[in-house]
Structures are given as structure tokens and as C-alpha cells.
């Protein structure tokens, strides 16, 4: 179940100290009243041996702000309680403290939610706790609020200083939702799934078929003539054609383009180019780029 993990932990990562190990393990499954089933064991056996940290931080108490202590039943009231409120919260696994995930927010309360009802779904260690064990098992604790700006500091201060078992990563980034990006886990797992693949060219026609002609979502759509003109506007340059006797502005109104003038008034384009800004009239006008000031 969670051999496809291995292959996303990096050759570079520093080799974990047997002594180290063995401290943890036996924290973890030597407490009085800590049961374990076969797929619970097998899965913090798991954490333990592919952490990302050197070595493992057994005691991590600090003063916190806030405290759910029963998700199931009061997540919707921390929601509300702490909607807007930018800080760093804290996920414990209630049976064995040791496994802790540390993250950082600019809403607290929409974190908590999304942790609530997708969290289980997550390609992290955080995840496959969650998916075995069940929320139940968790507390959800506000350790601090920040300004927006420091989060990222304070999120890292707190990994590096508690050295949580349930971050996958060593470090704070960006949330990849907000950037329309994948996470890095996901990264590899598609680069891995993916290597060595070669299309054969019965499949690429295929595709191109699939997606030719009336099959083509955009096939006989056309743009309307509003975004058009708008676009034009947007991606275009002014052009302000004054008389040359009353020096009048022509419409009253500047052309859109180079290309708009040159076609209304039956002029070249590149003509029109070299008299821009000359100051000297062709055909009974002056062309500019800005507007005069009379």
C-alpha cells in the first residue's frame, strides 16, 4: 500500500542513525494503552523509516492559542471562530504525540475546513494518517498568529524546530492551490509513472482525430465582434488624425490601430509609419500618437 512512497524519497536525504531510529520506534509502540493493528503498525513503522528529518524531536509542548480537541463534532465552530485569522496551527495524532503536521495559514479557519473534508485525499504522510486512522483520532491547535508576511518564516522555525513526522517537507511553500500548481510529491509521481513512455503513431492519430475538425471545441466558433474590438483596443496603438486647415479631430474620435487608419483613409500602412509624429501633413493630415494640446 505504501511502497509507491519509496520511490519518491530522494538518494540525498541524510542516512537515518540506527540509534535514532530505535528511540522513536520504541516511543511509539511501548506506551500502556496503545493498540495497534497490523495495518496501523506496518504504516508508522513506514513514517519512521522514510521521515524526511535526521533524527526524530520527542518532546515538542509549546504554549498555544487555541484548542480543538474533538474535530468531528466542533469543526464547524472553529471554522467560524477562526475565519480570517492568519497563523500557524499544529495537527497532533492524539494516540501516540509523537506524530505531529505543522502548517501555516492566512485563514485559519478555511484550512481547518479543507483539512476537514479533503485532507484524507492527500498525497503526503499526513494524508495516509488520516485515511487509516480517521479524524477522530486528531486534535486541531492554533499555536500562533502572524502577519501574512512572516508566515512563511514562522512556519519554517516551527519545522525545523519540532521536526514534525507527518511533514513530508523540510520546508514552508506556497500553497498550490493559489498558484495552480501540482505539489512536488505529485511532481515525481507523475514524472515517474511517465518515464520511458513513447506514443506509437497509430495512438497520435488518434488523437489528432479525436480533436480535428467538428470534434474541436472551438470548431465554427468565432469570436464576436465586441471582444473583437475590444482586443484591438487593448492590444492596439492610438492614432489621433487631425485636418490640416482647422486642425479638427476626424470623427472626433482617435483610430484603434495603425492598421484601422491605413484602411479608412486608403493610406499605406508604412506610409502612415513614417508620417506618424513628423509633424508634416500627408494627404490633408496629421497623424500622431497622442493627442494635441490646442
Known amino acids: 500500500m505504501y511502497s509507491s512512497f519509496l520511490n519518491l524519497k ?15 520506534y520504541y516511543s511509539a509502540f511501548s506506551k500502556k494503552g496503545i493498540r495497534t ?19 526524530v524531536e520527542k518532546f515538542k509542548k509549546h504554549i498555544s492559542v487555541d484548542h480543538c480537541r474533538d474535530i468531528i463534532k466542533y469543526h464547524s465552530v472553529y471554522q467560524k471562530k477562526w475565519k480570517n ?8 495524532y492524539l494516540p501516540n504525540k509523537l506524530f505531529t503536521y505543522y502548517g501555516s495559514s492566512k485563514n485559519i479557519g478555511a484550512r481547518l475546513k479543507y483539512h476537514y473534508y ?37 512556519e519554517d522555525w516551527y519545522l525545523h524546530r519540532f521536526k514534525p513526522l507527518l511533514n513530508y517537507l523540510t520546508f514552508s511553500y506556497r500553497d498550490p492551490r493559489k498558484l495552480q500548481v501540482v505539489s512536488p510529491i505529485t511532481k515525481r509521481k507523475i514524472s515517474t509513472t511517465l518515464k520511458g513512455k513513447m506514443m506509437s503513431l497509430e495512438t497520435k492519430k488518434k488523437m489528432s482525430a479525436s480533436k480535428s475538425g467538428s470534434n474541436n471545441f472551438y470548431f465554427g466558433k468565432k469570436l464576436h465582434s465586441s471582444t473583437l474590438l475590444a482586443a484591438q483596443k487593448a492590444r492596439g496603438k492610438l492614432i489621433y488624425v487631425y485636418n490640416e486647415t482647422d486642425l479638427s479631430l476626424v470623427n472626433n474620435n482617435p483610430f484603434i490601430s495603425i492598421r484601422e487608419t491605413a484602411k479608412n483613409l486608403l493610406i ?27
Do not use: M
Request: aromatic share 16%; charged share 25%.
Open 10 to 24: 530522494s538518494n540525498s536525504l541524510v542516512k537515518r542513525k540506527k540509534r535514532l531510529y530505535e528511540v522513536a
Open 37 to 55: 493493528c497490523k495495518k496501523e503498525k506496518e504504516l508508522i513503522e513506514f513514517i519512521l523509516k522514510n521521515h524526511s528529518w535526521t533524527y
Open 268 to 294: 499605406n500602412p508604412g506610409t502612415l509609419v513614417k508620417k506618424l509624429d513628423s509633424g508634416i501633413p500627408f494627404r490633408g493630415y496629421y497623424y500622431y500618437s497622442k493627442p494635441l494640446v490646442v
Open 85 to 92: 485569522i492568519s497563523g500557524i496551527y499544529k495537527i497532533t
Open 118 to 154: 479533503l485532507g484524507k485525499y492527500q498525497n503526503n504522510y499526513l494524508g495516509l494518517f488520516l485515511n487509516t486512522f480517521g479524524w477522530s483520532s486528531f486534535s486541531f491547535t492554533l499555536i500562533e498568529q502572524s502577519f501574512e508576511d512572516e508566515l512563511k518564516t514562522r
